[in-house]
């Protein structure tokens, strides 16, 4: 505990969001307090994040932190059973559990997104209509109000939006802006942000990549040349469509992933807005570590390496000035990968509350239009760490230290924070 401080998918979640909040809603201090407020408000904050203010993708899993960690610390404040992130005060007499986590996930949005308040407040009037009036839904109101608040005094100056710029100059294994955007680093400041369960973004060590005259990086140099070409690589047709339907927003299949799994699962209030919290600070966290890796080290990308190879001193490698990724190559550094940061903290927080062998996830793509069935986490790490390589925009060094630092970073937050009392 802290004391101080896919569209069609989309679509479909919206709709069960607009039904949910108008939804009856179970009396105060009843233990049968209905968990659908916590995914519709998830589905209000996709939303609020990506459609109305094209949050960038790396950056998003903060703001599902924010709003699920104040949601969080509004509900247990209410019904207990876990350690609250930070600190709150004792709640006295009857208090609207769905009243708190409504207008905990309100103000943080609000304040975190301004030009959305309007839409916001149609949200928010919603939620509270369809809970009774009366000193229970006033409580309530008060109890997630003072949990936004906390968390946006406790995460001020925390490092967003930084004046950082990657300026270090191009030579051989260094990353620079690739072809044919040819933008510069994207959100270099995340990874100088403070987390929300690691103590540092440099806390989880990784070894680095693969120096480029060495036999490991020879070995995947030709991995990804030959899997990753636009035209003429070895890629079977199943490949290709493996490697389109990951290129979609990974943080945003997660979170409907989850959200449907719990409505599936059946779980409570409680649980639900945990399950969310778990896995808006693991993947926050991850993405920042990550971030500050691709900083440190700014490891070039295929591309880039793949048409320089005569510059490299690897004798088994070879040029080719023309190759061409499957799809743009994003722009920041290539190790580790931010895919596969963010998977690795999905599937431990997934193994985490569904079982790691058994955690029987779907996933929708909406680059694809497609959904996949995961029966374990193992295999959807597997699936995903392919596919960036099938892309053309990764080695393969880069995905599983990635996955890795995913998993590692979930463990932590597991470990220390949210826990049952």
């Known amino acids: 505990m802290r004391r101080t401080h896919q569209l069609p998918a989309v679509l479909l979640a919206a709709g069960l969001a607009a039904s949910v909040l108008t939804a009856p809603v179970q009396a105060a201090g009843e233990t049968r307090a209905d968990p659908a407020v916590i995914v519709g408000w998830n589905t209000i904050a996709s939303r609020t994040i990506f459609t109305e203010n094209a949050t960038p993708i790396p950056a998003s899993p903060l703001y599902y932190g924010f709003v699920s960690l104040a ?61 009774p009036d009366g000193r229970a839904k006033a409580t309530g109101i008060a109890v997630g109000r003072h949990a936004a608040e906390k968390l946006i005094r406790a995460r001020h100056n925390d490092g967003r939006g930084a004046a950082i710029a990657f300026t270090r100059a191009p030579r051989t294994g260094v990353w620079r802006p690739t072809p044919d955007a040819l933008a510069p680093m994207a959100v270099p400041w995340l990874g100088f942000v403070r987390p929300l369960a690691l103590h540092s973004p440099t806390q989880l060590r990784l070894p680095g990549p ?84 691709k900083y440190d080290y700014g490891y070039w990308r295929p591309i880039t390496a793949i048409r320089l190879a005569g510059e490299d001193g690897n004798r088994a490698t070879r040029p080719d000035p023309a190759w061409t990724s499957l799809i743009p190559a994003p722009p920041y550094p290539e190790y580790p990968s931010g895919h596969a940061c963010v998977t690795g903290a999905a599937t431990e927080t997934f193994g985490h509350l569904f079982g ?66």
């Open 356 to 421: 790691r062998r058994s955690i029987d996830v779907e996933v929708f793509s909406s680059v694809t239009g497609t959904s996949r069935q995961f029966r374990t986490a193992a295999a959807l790490d597997a699936e995903t760490q392919d596919a960036r390589i099938w892309l053309g925009i990764h080695f393969r060094r880069a995905m599983t230290d990635g996955n890795e630092l995913g998993h590692r970073a979930a463990a932590w937050t597991i470990a220390h924070e949210l826990r049952r009392r």
């Open 71 to 131: 949601v969080y610390d509004a509900v247990v404040a209410i019904e207990g059973g876990y350690e609250p992130y930070l600190r709150q005060p004792r709640v006295h007499g009857p208090a609207s559990s769905e009243a708190a986590a409504a207008t905990a996930a309100y103000e943080v949005l609000r304040f975190y997104f301004p030009a959305s308040a309007s839409n916001l407040a149609t949200d928010h009037a919603a939620s509270l209509d369809a809970v």
């Open 210 to 293: 693969d120096p480029v005259r060495s036999k490991a990086y020879a070995r995947d140099f030709a991995e990804a040349k030959a899997m990753g070409s636009a035209t003429g690589s070895k890629r079977t047709a199943a490949q290709t469509q493996t490697a389109l339907f990951w290129n979609a927003n990974a943080v945003l299949q997660y979170q409907v992933t989850l959200g449907q799994e719990l409505g599936a699962r059946g779980w409570n209030l409680v649980r639900t807005a945990r399950a969310f919290a778990l896995l808006g600070m693991g993947t926050a966290d991850s993405l920042i570590a990550c971030w500050r890796a």
